[in-house]
């Protein structure tokens, strides 16, 4: 089948079906044309929290399925392409990190959502790069803390929160390749851009952003700004968001440059890519792969989700 002989099936099978389709804004532009709910993790979250749905079809990386899956344990949730994972949840083994919290009795630990759900049942608290911030703000200024698994999203909010949490050792592999040297070589070419960052970049990067904030933070920002360019450090997939919302604006990012630094592919993440047209097909018709979990796997994992949830209602963070 061709691509539109593909859309045209997807959609009649998830009306069969019941189905509902969740993608992320890193997902491929013809993914996110077809689904119901695009956003970053923290607006999904939400979405699979209060889904209908009989199936859920999660096009994303592999942790974001679970965290569907946690919060709809009676639901099928499918992820078309079980081998995308992400290498900032890989950089955080179960084992390893529970052996450090051990180290640390008096810490809570706050986790990124962005880690498997045995690092989710190892924690107090999730947060996304979207309420983070907020969430360290409102605890305790003397509770002790350690962040995981991103170590550039926890020392961003350390940086701009003035806390000392204690830092697990993690990156997203794709944020942290793209360099500060990068980006001031194309504010140089592009003097009237906005540079606007996720937090995930590294700490010299971040430094020279004119804005740093969350996938839909960037939306947020340049909704209200009056600048007509913009450079955008973060996964490409985002630009098909932009785009779409901003037609009359310009975006600027790291692998779509010519010669010199800015010539390559560290703006997209290939487990992101791996989700196609073919493979959401065959997930809808086969209803699999499929996340499977332990029930008492769920239930750990459950619960600083949860929190991380209301903890964003009462702070005015979602309605």
């Not at 009649?12 to 491929?28: C, D, S």
């Not at 975006?251 to 703006?267: D, H, W």
């Not at 949860?306 to 979602?318: A, D, F, P, T, W």
Request: glycine letters at 4%; proline letters at 3%.
């Amino acid at each position: 089948m061709n691509n539109e002989q593909l859309k045209s099936e997807i959609i009649r099978l998830k009306k069969e079906k019941n189905a509902v389709i969740l993608g992320h804004y890193y997902q491929r532009d013809e993914i996110q044309e077809l689904s119901d709910y695009i956003g970053d993790s923290l607006a999904l979250a939400q979405e699979a929290q209060r889904s209908e749905a009989d199936i859920i079809v999660f096009c994303g990386v592999h942790f974001m399925a679970e965290t569907a899956k946690i919060l709809n344990p009676t639901r099928k949730v499918l992820l078309p392409d079980m081998a995308a994972s992400c290498s900032l949840a890989e950089s955080c083994a179960a084992s390893d990190f529970a052996a450090f919290k051990a180290q640390y009795p008096d810490h809570i630990v706050i986790s990124y959502i962005n880690c498997t759900a045995e690092i989710k049942a190892l924690s107090d608290i999730i947060c996304t790069s979207g309420n983070a911030e907020k969430i360290v703000r409102s605890l305790p200024a003397d509770q002790k803390i350690i962040f995981a698994p991103d170590k550039n999203l926890g020392g961003y909010i350390n940086s701009v929160t003035g806390r000392n949490m204690l830092l697990w050792n993690g990156v997203c592999t794709v944020h942290d390749a793209m360099q500060a040297e990068s980006i001031l070589k194309l504010k140089l070419r592009y003097p009237k851009a906005s540079v606007i960052a996720h937090p995930e970049c590294n700490s010299a990067l971040l430094h020279v952003a004119d804005f740093v904030g969350s996938t839909k933070a960037m939306l947020t920002y340049i909704a209200k700004s009056e600048k007509k360019q913009f450079i955008v450090a973060t996964e490409g997939g985002i630009l098909y968001e932009m785009k779409k919302q901003f037609p009359e604006r310009e975006f600027i990012t790291v692998e779509n440059q010519e010669g010199g630094v800015e010539c390559c592919s560290c703006a997209e993440c290939h487990h992101m890519k791996l989700n196609t047209l073919e493979k959401l097909y065959a997930c809808l018709r086969d209803e699999s792969p499929e996340i499977v979990m332990d029930k008492a796997l769920i239930e750990a994992a459950k619960k600083p989700i949860v929190r991380m949830l209301e903890m964003s209602k009462q702070l005015g963070i979602i309605k």
